[in-house]
């Protein structure tokens, strides 16, 4: 995968950096980690710092368009969505057991 950097701006409020990227592939789309391990090598980042915001892909395209951001501290994460976190992280939503299950209701007959 090749990762180019089309814009990079400064946040000194938020601590970090704003990344805009284009990542092109060939084969399968890559998976969320692969471009962000990637895209942290090409920055020299450290990984546990960096949050993929957005991952767009054309219909049938080979190409990935890409909004990311580079944290200065873990303190500085704090601002971030706790959705945004775990899907970075690769945390999959498990549902909860009732909703896996739905319970079955009994009916009563009437006696007459």
Same mark, same amino acid.
């Given at each position: 995968m090749e990762i180019k950097i089309t814009e990079q701006k400064d946040n000194p409020i938020l601590n970090r950096k704003e990344i805009r990227f284009r990542a092109s592939f060939?084969? =399968?789309?890559?998976?969320?980690?692969g471009v962000k391990e990637s895209l942290c090598s090409k920055l020299g980042a450290d990984s546990s710092l960096v949050v993929i915001d957005i991952l767009e892909q054309g219909y049938g395209s080979q190409d990935l368009k890409g909004y990311a951001k580079v944290y200065s501290n873990s303190e500085a994460m704090g601002i971030e969505s706790k959705y945004k976190l775990e899907r970075d992280a690769g945390v999959k939503k498990e549902?909860? &057991?009732?909703?896996? &299950?739905? &319970?079955?209701?009994?009916?009563?007959?009437? =006696?007459?």
């Open positions: 060939s084969g =399968s789309t890559p998976s969320r980690k549902k909860k &057991a009732e909703e896996k &299950a739905p &319970a079955k209701e009994e009916k009563g007959e009437k =006696s007459g």
